[in-house]
């Protein structure tokens, strides 16, 4: 294992909280101007409530902000957490 192995990161565990995580190559674009991405800025996109189209927004501005086609991987995933029903997965006390 690489010395320099990154430690884990967490998400939020409450009903309706949702976690965005994306691959360098996609938060690291670039404007005309030099500016990166401001993904923090853009999290209002990851609303939507089908979270396929939350990231197909999120994508969509993605490339306007780039001013053309991303070149090279971008991987983003999506992870909302809607709770647990009594019996699944953890139990509830």
């Not at 009903?15 to 404007?31: F, L, V």
């Not at 101007?33 to 609303?47: H, M, T, V």
């Not at 086609?69 to 019996?87: N, W």
């Amino acid at each position: 294992m690489d010395s320099k192995a990154r430690s884990p990161i967490g998400c939020p565990s409450r009903p309706a909280s949702s976690c965005c995580c994306c691959t360098p190559t996609a938060s690291a674009r670039h404007d005309a101007g030099g500016s990166f991405y401001p993904l923090g800025d853009r999290a209002d996109l990851l609303k939507e409530p089908d979270a396929d189209r939350a990231l197909q927004g999120l994508r969509e501005d993605l490339v306007r902000h780039a001013a053309g086609p991303l070149h090279d991987d971008a991987a983003m995933l999506l992870l909302r957490y809607h709770g647990h029903v009594k019996g699944k997965s953890v139990p509830i006390e």
